[in-house]
Nanobody, 117 residues
């Protein structure tokens, strides 16, 4: 399974970005994309990686981003998205896509989001 993130970049405070994560490699897998919990994590410079949002049958969010970010998935396209609104400088980080099923975890390489004027 491979995960490829896209959509990062430089945005001004208060702006919006939409991150995408394309998942592939499920063709010969026992388990389909829809059976994985998909998550977005982020890691800011000098900080630990933290969970931002996750979606299985329902969505869950970190308190710091609740009501500003929305996670969604398209199981027909093997895609997961993170719509980020009202961005703040504290949101600057590398954002990683994660696929988890039981003890199995897959990670993308990340996409950099920089919030700065």
């Amino acid at each position: 399974v491979q995960l490829v993130e896209s959509g990062g970049g430089l945005v001004q405070p208060g702006g919006s970005l939409r991150l995408s994560c394309a998942a592939s490699g499920f063709t010969f897998s026992t388990y389909t994309f829809s059976s994985y919990v998909m998550s977005w994590y982020r890691q800011a410079p000098g900080k630990e990686r933290e969970l931002v949002a996750a979606i299985g049958s329902t969505a869950n969010y970190a308190p710091s981003i609740k009501d500003r970010f929305t996670i969604s998935r398209d199981n027909g396209k093997n895609m997961v998205y993170l719509q980020m609104n009202s961005l703040k400088s504290d949101d600057t980080a590398v954002y990683y896509c994660n696929a988890r099923r039981g003890i199995t975890n897959y990670w993308g390489k990340g996409t950099l989001v920089t919030v700065s004027s």
